[in-house]
């Protein structure tokens, strides 16, 4: 099932991002839910993207398994008939959730992004470009785009509630949630990224930036939320073609984004929300770019049919990967 607007859950609905929907299960939970939408320069397509949400979710689920016992994570279950055996008023909506729903502890979200940098793109070698530095702070000179970062740059930024998150200081992170908790969330960020990183590039495909939230979990504990090391939250470069001293093309969304570029430099799409249609062939090759991501990443197709599976397959599933 393909979609972009979800039919109501018997749930509080807590919050809607550009993909994704939060709704409130109790104090202690939040059930995510990732549809098939897809932006692109910051504009939210009309048209889903087949699998999407489920690549989303079941990439963050992933990791979180690889991660586990590094740290505290928000992931409680990301099967839809564990998340139904724990939340049984969401038994009629089955197919909906089936792949694309993450079952999590519930947070106190610290108000930072916790953004890594591994090579120079985006908002950061913009910055550079013009003055040289990354949120104020001089970075060494003569640097190109896409350069590679050793050690990735810990670059975190304030969460805005409208308009672009803006870069700041380690040291403003200090002052903003404390200087343990900053120290923290920096070393753990390094931590996932790096290992995230390292996975990645072994698989073909460069991670070059991510941003990570945490959140304090009831038992005060500093925990990883949110999406992880997806192509959403991330910069995902196919590593065959990278070539520092230029922007690289996107690994997910570049058949989207040339798309896009053609009908504006056509004068037939401005650039802002509506966007144009999207022809069939350019939905189809970007749910295949989603789709490849997942394999690559964790070395095994989609099960593009998650709702069939059992929960003692999917134990089953998670003993084989352990
Ligand atoms: N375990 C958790 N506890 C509390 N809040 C969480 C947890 N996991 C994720 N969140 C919050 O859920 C929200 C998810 O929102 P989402 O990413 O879909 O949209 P957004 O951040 O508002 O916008 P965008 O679509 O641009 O990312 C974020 O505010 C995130 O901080
Ligand atoms: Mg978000």
Same mark, same amino acid.
Request: proline content about 8%; some cysteine.
């Given at each position: +099932? ?44 009309? $048209? ?19 991660? $586990? ?5 928000? +992931? ?84 805005? $509630?409208?308009?672009?998150? @803006? ?51 009831? #038992? ?37 984004? #040339?798309?896009? #570029? ?42 593009? @049919? ?17």
């Amino acid at each position: +099932m393909t979609i972009a607007q979800l039919a109501p859950l018997p749930l509080r609905h807590l919050r809607r991002g550009k993909v994704r929907e939060v709704y409130v299960v109790d104090d202690d939970r939040l059930l995510l839910v990732a549809t098939d939408r897809v932006s692109a320069f910051d504009v939210v397509m009309n $048209e889903a993207i087949p699998y999407k949400g489920a690549v989303l979710t079941q990439i963050t689920a992933w990791w979180l398994r690889q991660l $586990e016992g590094d740290l505290h994570h928000h +992931m409680l279950a990301s099967e839809v008939d564990e998340i139904i055996d724990a939340v049984p008023a969401l038994a009629d909506h089955r197919a909906t959730l089936a792949g694309r729903s993450m079952l999590c502890k519930r947070t106190d979200v610290f108000p930072v992004e916790c953004v890594i940098r591994g090579y120079l793109s985006g908002s950061a070698w913009k910055e550079y470009k013009s003055s040289g530095t990354l949120a104020g702070e001089a970075l060494a000179p003569d640097l190109r785009e896409s350069e590679r970062f050793e050690p990735p740059l810990f670059s975190p930024a304030t969460k805005a $509630e409208t308009g672009h998150d @803006e870069n700041i200081t380690p040291a403003r992170v200090a002052e903003i949630i404390g200087p343990d908790s900053a120290a923290e969330l920096e070393r753990l960020s390094r931590l996932v990224y790096e290992r995230g990183r390292d996975i990645a590039a072994e698989r073909g495909i460069i991670i070059a930036d991510t941003k990570f939230e945490f959140g304090r979990d009831g #038992d005060g504990r500093i925990t990883l939320i949110d999406e992880v090391l997806t192509p959403d939250s991330s910069r995902f470069w196919p590593a065959e073609h990278y070539q520092p001293g230029r922007p690289q093309p996107s690994f997910d969304k570049q058949p989207l984004r #040339d798309y896009l #570029d053609g009908e504006r430099k056509a004068g037939r799409w401005n650039g802002d929300a509506p966007p144009p249609p999207l022809p069939e062939h350019v939905v189809e090759a970007t749910s295949a770019r989603y789709l490849d991501a997942y394999r690559r990443i964790t070395g095994a197709p989609l099960d593009l @049919e998650p709702s069939r599976r059992t929960p003692t397959e999917g134990a089953k599933r998670r003993r084989e990967e352990s």
